[in-house]
T-cell receptor, first 111, second 114 residues
Framework: DQQVKQNSPSLSVQEGRISILNCDYTNSMFDYFLWYKKYPAEGPTFLISISSIKDKNEDGRFTVFLNKSAKHLSLHIVPSQPGDSAVYFCAASVGNYKLTFGKGTLLTVNP | KAGVTQTPRYLIKTRGQQVTLSCSPISGHRSVSWYQQTPGQGLQFLFEYFSETQRNKGNFPGRFSGRQFSNSRSEMNVSTLELGDSALYLC?????????????FGPGTRLTVT
C-alpha cells in the first residue's frame, strides 16, 4: 500500500518557467511533509518542509503548498533553472515515526 | 561539520553471500535510518536506530538487519543475498526521529548481486 504517491515519473520545463511537482497521500495522520532533491550518485538533500497546521511554506524560489482536504501537496519552483534538474522526492511522517517517501519525479529544466 | 559517510561506496557480491554496510552519522546525530532505492521504487524504508535501539522498521524480510553502536555509527547486514537485493542503500542521520527533524543523507552504497 503506497501511502505517498508521485504520479508523474517525469516533468520537463523550460528555463525561467514554473515547475510544479505534485504529491498525493492517503494517510490522514501524516502531520509533516518534506521535499528532497537527489542528483545522480549523491544522497537526497533536504529542500523544504511544511507542517500540517500550515497550507504554505516558502523558501526563496521554492514554495510548498498543502491541501489537507484533498490530501495533496505540491512543490513550486519559480523560476526554474537548469541546475534544478534532479529527482524530487516527496516524504511524509506521523509524529516521530519514520518518513514515508514517494517514488520520485525526474525534473528536467531545459536551457 | 562532516557529513554522513557510508562505506564502501560500491560492492559486488554473489547470490547467497552476506554483506555488511557501514554508516557514520553527522556528529551529534543520534538517529540513523536506512533506505533501499531501486529503479521505479523510490526510497523504501528499512529501519531506524536511535540511541542503539531499533525504533522503526519497514517491510523487509529478516535477512535485512542492522545495529547501532554507542557512538551512533550504524551497520546494516544482508544475509543470503538475492539478485533483487541489488540496489543503492542509503543511510540518513538526524538529531531525532520524525519528519520535523531534517534527515541528512550519505552518498549511498551501490550493491550489485550477481
Amino acid at each position: 500500500d503506497q501511502q505517498v504517491k508521485q504520479n508523474s515519473p517525469s516533468l520537463s520545463v523550460q528555463e525561467g518557467r514554473i515547475s510544479i511537482l505534485n504529491c498525493d497521500y492517503t494517510n490522514s495522520m501524516f502531520d509533516y511533509f518534506l521535499w528532497y532533491k537527489k542528483y545522480p550518485a549523491e544522497g537526497p538533500t533536504f529542500l523544504i518542509s511544511i507542517s500540517s497546521i500550515k497550507d504554505k511554506n516558502e523558501d526563496g524560489r521554492f514554495t510548498v503548498f498543502l491541501n489537507k482536504s484533498a490530501k495533496h501537496l505540491s512543490l513550486h519552483i519559480v523560476p526554474s533553472q537548469p541546475g534544478d534538474s534532479a529527482v524530487y522526492f516527496c516524504a511524509a511522517s506521523v509524529g516521530n515515526y519514520k518518513l514515508t517517501f514517494g517514488k520520485g519525479t525526474l525534473l528536467t529544466v531545459n536551457p | 561539520k562532516a557529513g554522513v559517510t557510508q562505506t564502501p561506496r560500491y560492492l559486488i557480491k554473489t547470490r547467497g553471500q552476506q554483506v555488511t554496510l557501514s554508516c557514520s552519522p553527522i556528529s551529534g546525530h543520534r538517529s540513523v535510518s536506512w533506505y533501499q532505492q531501486t529503479p521505479g521504487q523510490g526510497l523504501q524504508f528499512l529501519f531506524e536506530y536511535f540511541s542503539e535501539t531499533q525504533r522503526n522498521k519497514g517491510n523487509f524480510p529478516g535477512r535485512f538487519s542492522g545495529r547501532q553502536f554507542s557512538n551512533s555509527r550504524s551497520e546494516m547486514n544482508v544475509s543470503t543475498l538475492e539478485l533483487g537485493d541489488s540496489a543503492l542503500y542509503l543511510c540518513a542521520s538526524s538529531l531525532a526521529s520524525g519528519g520535523i527533524y531534517e534527515q541528512y543523507f550519505g552518498p549511498g552504497t551501490r550493491l550489485t548481486v550477481t
